[in-house]
């Protein structure tokens, strides 16, 4: 049986590690968090500029006459159009360098915008509100129905006023081209194998959570993978999902967290290319867009034969974080480092969430991740870290109203 508490904490830590991640969101150099705020501890808002950031220039080129023929809409950036190129606005912004951790091109600073440029401190990005868009689907039909989470999704996306993020990660951008081109909803989702970003964090919140629908963890990796196909089609996703969900449902279950970890952590391949050698290839290409696709295939997918256990007991921040396992978007890195913060922390809720802050990069989507396991192994989070998110009220009942509905 289900803990209903547990339940509602696994949601609780999701929202409130993207809200304090978000304002070091893609620091990959931890001397820029540092610098600006010491450590993060707390919650802040997006600053301006981001030392990093390559937002701006991102590109969204959806079939706008197409779309018009088909009356489907076509515009999810809104008031976030500016910092994107796209088919039917002009870049105003010249992107002039080649800086950051991936020296992808980036503006001069002045212009580098934060990717969640304009949230407070306490917002949510998109990532953890299409969470949101997914339980309030389910609220209303009293259960999931894929066709209606992608009409809600669709209606979310491409209303004006609905996203405050500016940043839409690149799976959404590609599923809206496909769908401008008059391609059906549930097939609109890019591969792994055409777009090497599409087997991201990003893919796994909230497939993960879906699953919590489930009655046992074998039917919710059926359930997650599933919906995970929806968005993102991508065998890194799949195994992420496949130990991620039974371990979430351990926790939730009341099994010891560092007993269910230590099971989970025994099955967990270690990725062939370790975080400082993938960031020096993707230096070396001057972006890793620059990297043929067989090679960035074989990058991301080839794995040895040492598991997560045999290197837990010996890892600290200084021979995991970026040296072993990169903090990027990747699962088959930041699946391990999830695991390092819980392991380290003994699954403390704050230090582990404050952990993955700091740790930056992808701290937001992996944070989520990490939030969501955090909060399944306690009984109770800090009252002070769910009101000080800015949607508390709505966030708590649509929390309550989703596990009143899967604990039935």
Known sequence: ????????????????????????????????????????????????????????????????????????????????????????????????????????????????????????????????????????????????????????????????????????????RDWFENYTKGIAPELCANSQHHRWSIGSHGGVIRPLILALTAKSSYDGVGIAVDHQNLTHRSQNISSALSQLVPLLFDLINDEAPMDALNSTTKDIALVKIHGSELSKKYADAMGPGNIPKDDMWKIHTEFTNERLSEILPDATDENIITTRFATACYPEHGVPLIMYFLHKNNFDFKKSILDNANAGGDNVHRGMILGALAGASCEEIPEDLKTGLKEYENIKNEIDEFVKIISQ
Do not use: C
């Not at 991640?21 to 802040?44: C, D, L, Q």
């Not at 500016?82 to 503006?107: A, C, Q, R, W």
């Not at 999704?153 to 006023?161: A, R």
């Open 1 to 172: 049986m289900k803990n209903s508490i547990k339940l509602q904490n696994a949601l609780w830590g999701l929202f409130i590690a993207d809200s304090i991640s978000m304002p070091v969101h893609w620091y990959y150099k931890r001397e820029y968090i540092k610098n600006e705020y010491g450590a993060i501890t707390g919650y802040n808002k997006a600053s301006h500029p981001h030392p990093e950031s390559f937002m701006v220039g991102n590109t969204y080129l959806p079939d706008v006459e197409m779309a018009k023929k088909m009356d489907r809409p076509f515009d999810i950036l809104h008031e976030h159009i500016n910092f994107y190129k796209t088919s039917y606005s002009d870049l105003k912004i010249d992107l002039k360098v080649h800086e950051g951790e991936h020296k992808n091109p980036m503006p001069l600073l002045n212009e580098r915008y934060h990717y969640h440029h304009g949230l407070e401190a306490g917002d949510n990005t998109l990532g953890a509100n299409l969470v949101r868009v997914l339980l309030r689907s389910i609220i209303k039909n009293g259960e999931y129905h894929q066709d209606i989470f992608l009409d809600e999704f669709i209606s979310f996306m491409t209303t004006p006023g609905k996203n405050k993020d500016a940043y839409s990660e690149i799976y959404v």
